[in-house]
């Protein structure tokens, strides 16, 4: 029956469930899960009716059924998070809008109280007991016995977290800022023991709610502890700030400091708040936007030895472009504090001036979080960046940054070093070890790589970091580790739509490692998966560039198993197949590349020629490979020569000979030189034959090859060139050169018995 009730109840046809449940409840009135799921129901019938109907049936459905339920089953630890979490809530929500209306009274407090004493005494629920207990008070407005509860829970919390920084924090910090409020509110100690409690036990505070920092600042200052109250208003700054009731009151104690300054007050702190503050709301203090730049200055020249001075005036100018100038700035600001940001904006700057990439890093004071931000933004920077050796050193630099945030993390978590801060927690910490991971990567150290993102998932879940440890698995070979992970990826990434196209590329990659460690036989799976690829590419002509790479990559992993399989199998199957597939699916590339090396091998150099010239029209501009283009354009004058196309070769080959030069190893771009050669000497072009030629020889005399069929080839066609340009003599000389090796081309006698000295008058005609 339960089971027909909750599928009436998740497809949202709510009364005839309540209708049905009733009914079964008549002959079965005992069944605590139907009972628990009337009352749900019932909450959910009414929750669009506004908060007070929702009251009613709190009071009338919800909170009879949770009692029968607790009845027959006195620990039924759903029912009693139910029948507190729906009343404090409901409660606190018609408060927040005017209405009083309370589900704990003085009547009925003692039921309340011992359901959540209840859960005091499961170690799952623990923590919900306290929560709720504390809230019952608060309803209840009973300040003894909320302090102690506070107390209590805070204690528990010390007992039960001492070993999981962030945990601790979190859950003491809740009820910590409440014992705070509470003391200050009922004025239950003085105003200064208030302030030294505060002193005392600010340092394991942490709060998103700025106005706890503000609201801690301002009893701190009327207490006139200047310098507490400016350690919660530095902390205050860092939060998000969106709201522009907390810009108010920063601006507010941006005031308010001014004022303290003019009494003496000279904290080298209160500098940083000021100058911070200016530069972010210029609008709301009513001065100008270089107000701050002009401030730093002046700061710089009343107190040389402070940090903040030079941090601002060196930013404003760095944000200016105006590097020369904000350089020596930051470079002092560095020298009295060790700060990522200032450190970041001086190396950038040096960068602009004079190209200099940064020898080391220098060691940090920082939070671990803001370090990492440091090296977010700096790769933000270096993507801009075109000289790819530049590049390179940048990535070392930032890989450096991310392990120093990496390093002050364990510090942070595991040393008991830095005060508690609500940014520094455990998900940034696994977004550093993403990120130092990613590094650890593109330097080829996969086993550190796959051990960091590992870490990293035991601090938080997302999806990112699976992917990077299933490829620094995959990229140092760990199969049976990369199959686990991957596995563990898809059983939570599945049906993800935001990583849709990377997820085809990883079920390419578990078929690949299915195959590895011979699971099962992969082939039938991976031409059915191929093929489904291929037709998505056609009915899917609009796939922005980044998905389209990750489709791609899934295609090249399923090419790459196929490809394998037909190398063992004869050329005449493996030519049906891809011409089949080619058919079929034209716009494709792979199959076009794979059948001009089959056409290579057919000698077919009509074949090969059309394929090429497909494969480079069909595969996309920021995909294709440098040395599978420049193969293909070998291909293609290779076939233009063979067919006697010597004008288009010839023309092809003078477009990128010098790109091939660069990027081709030696033993390939004698083999595009080769036929470079031999097409100039079909067009008679003596010039062209002889400076490809003795690029040629050069490159065999400085890799100390021997004489070989290629070297044949360009010293005939030497030949060639200087019989038609009339020198017969030299002609001969490298007729004579050829044949003096073993196993000489035939030709070479040919030649040698055909080409004569043309007679005295043999210009004549006659």
């Known amino acids: 029956m339960y089971d027909k009730l909750e599928q009436l109840f998740y497809r949202g046809e709510l009364e005839q469930c309540i209708a049905e449940g009733e009914e079964?409840?008549?002959?079965?009135?005992?069944?605590?899960?139907?009972?628990?799921?009337?009352?749900?129901?019932?909450?959910?019938?009414?929750?669009?009716?506004?908060?007070?109907?929702v009251f009613d049936v709190i009071q009338q459905k919800m909170i009879p059924y949770f009692r029968k339920v607790l009845k027959l089953n006195p620990n039924h630890q759903k029912s009693l998070y139910s029948i507190l979490s729906y009343s404090l809530d409901n409660e606190y929500t018609l408060a927040q809008i005017g209405k009083t209306k309370k589900h704990i009274t003085e009547q009925n407090k003692e039921e309340f109280i011992f359901y959540a004493e209840q859960m005091l005494e499961d170690p799952e629920n623990t923590v919900f007991g306290y929560d709720f207990?504390?809230?019952?008070?608060?309803?209840?407005?009973?300040?003894?016995?909320?302090?102690?509860?506070?107390?209590?829970?805070?204690?528990?919390?010390?007992?039960?977290?001492?070993?999981?920084?962030?945990l601790l924090d979190r859950n003491r910090s809740l009820f910590w800022i409440k014992k705070i409020y509470l003391l200050d509110r009922e004025k239950i100690i003085s105003g200064a023991e208030l302030t030294a409690i505060i002193e005392k036990e600010h340092t394991t505070f942490i709060s998103r709610n700025e106005y706890d920092l503000i609201n801690l600042a301002d009893i701190a200052y009327e207490n006139g502890a200047w310098d507490l109250a400016l350690k919660m208003m530095l902390k205050a700054i860092k939060g998000e700030n969106s709201a522009l009731a907390i810009h108010e009151k920063l601006v507010e104690w941006h005031q308010r400091f001014y004022g303290l300054i003019q009494k003496g007050f000279s904290h080298?702190?209160?500098?940083?708040?000021?100058?911070?503050?200016?530069?972010?709301?210029?609008?709301?203090?009513?001065?100008?936007?270089?107000?701050?730049?002009h401030h730093a200055l002046e700061i710089i020249n009343t107190r040389p030895e402070l940090f903040s001075g030079y941090h601002f005036a060196g930013t404003y100018l760095y944000e200016k472009g105006q590097y020369s100038e904000a350089v020596s700035l930051l470079r002092k600001a560095v020298e009295l504090s060790s700060n990522a940001t200032a450190w970041r904006r001086k190396v950038e700057s040096e960068y602009y001036l004079y190209k200099e990439v940064p020898g080391e890093v220098p060691v940090f004071t920082d939070y671990p979080s803001d370090i990492y931000n440091e090296g977010v933004y700096l790769s933000e920077f270096i993507d801009e960046i075109e000289d790819e050796n530049d590049q390179i050193q940048w990535g070392e630099i930032i890989g450096e940054l991310y392990q120093q945030s990496y390093d002050a993390f364990r510090k942070y978590y595991e040393g008991g070093k830095f005060e508690s801060d609500y940014y520094n927690d455990l998900h940034t910490r696994a977004m550093c070890c993403n990120n130092l991971a990613i590094r650890y990567s593109l330097s080829g150290d996969s086993h550190s790589a796959a051990e960091t993102a590992s870490e990293g998932l035991q601090y938080s879940e997302f999806g990112e970091l699976h992917l990077v440890l299933i490829d620094a698995l995959l990229d140092g070979e760990d199969y049976e580790n990369g199959a686990v992970a991957l596995e563990n990826y898809f059983h939570l990434y599945d049906e993800s739509e935001n990583f849709y196209y990377k997820n085809l590329y990883n079920k390419?990659?578990?078929?690949?490692?299915?195959?590895?460690?011979?699971?099962?036989?992969?082939?039938?799976?991976?031409?059915?998966?191929?093929?489904?690829?291929?037709?998505?590419?056609?009915?899917?002509?609009?796939?922005?560039?980044?998905?389209?790479?990750?489709?791609?990559?899934?295609?090249?992993?399923?090419?790459?198993?196929?490809?394998?399989?037909?190398?063992?199998?004869?050329?005449?199957?493996?030519?049906?197949?891809?011409?089949?597939?080619?058919?079929?699916?034209?716009?494709?590339?792979?199959?076009?590349?794979?059948?001009?090396?089959?056409?290579?091998?057919?000698?077919?150099?009509?074949?090969?020629?059309?394929?090429?010239?497909?494969?480079?029209?069909?595969?996309?501009?920021?995909?294709?490979?440098?040395?599978?283009?420049?193969?293909?354009?070998?291909?293609?004058?290779?076939?233009?020569?063979f067919q006697g196309n010597y004008e288009d070769a010839a023309i092809l080959f003078s477009e990128y000979d010098a790109s091939h030069a660069e990027i081709m190893k030696a033993e390939d771009y004698v083999l595009w030189l080769h036929y470079g050669v031999k097409v100039y000497a079909k067009l008679n072009n003596k010039e062209q034959t002889f400076v490809l030629a003795e690029r040629f020889s050069k490159i065999y005399s400085a890799e100390e090859w021997g004489y070989d069929s290629l070297m044949e080839d360009v010293e005939l066609a030497k030949a060639i060139v200087l019989y038609q340009m009339g020198k017969l003599k030299e002609a001969h000389a490298v007729l004579d050169y050829v044949r003096s090796f073993s196993d000489y081309n035939p030709v070479a006698d040919e030649y040698k018995n055909s080409w004569k000295k043309p007679g005295l008058f043999s210009k004549f005609g006659l």
């Open 24 to 53: 079964y409840l008549l002959s079965h009135p005992h069944d605590e899960e139907i009972l628990f799921l009337m009352a749900i129901a019932s909450h959910d019938k009414v929750y669009y009716d506004g908060h007070e109907a």
């Open 133 to 166: 207990l504390v809230k019952i008070y608060e309803s209840l407005g009973e300040s003894k016995a909320l302090l102690n509860s506070l107390e209590a829970g805070m204690y528990y919390f010390q007992k039960e977290f001492g070993d999981n920084r962030e």
């Open 268 to 293: 080298p702190d209160v500098f940083y708040y000021q100058l911070i503050i200016e530069r972010n709301y210029p609008d709301l203090l009513n001065i100008a936007e270089e107000f701050y730049y």
């Open 508 to 641: 390419a990659r578990q078929l690949e490692v299915h195959g590895i460690l011979e699971t099962f036989d992969i082939y039938a799976d991976v031409e059915e998966m191929l093929t489904s690829l291929y037709q998505h590419t056609l009915d899917n002509r609009e796939i922005d560039d980044e998905d389209y790479r990750d489709l791609e990559a899934a295609k090249n992993v399923l090419e790459r198993i196929l490809y394998e399989r037909f190398e063992a199998e004869d050329r005449i199957t493996r030519q049906t197949y891809y011409e089949h597939t080619a058919k079929r699916f034209p716009l494709e590339p792979n199959p076009q590349y794979v059948l001009m090396q089959i056409y290579n091998e057919n000698e077919d150099y009509n074949g090969i020629a059309h394929t090429a010239k497909t494969y480079l029209e069909n595969k996309k501009d920021f995909l294709i490979d440098i040395f599978d283009k420049a193969k293909t354009l070998y291909m293609i004058v290779k076939s233009d020569y």
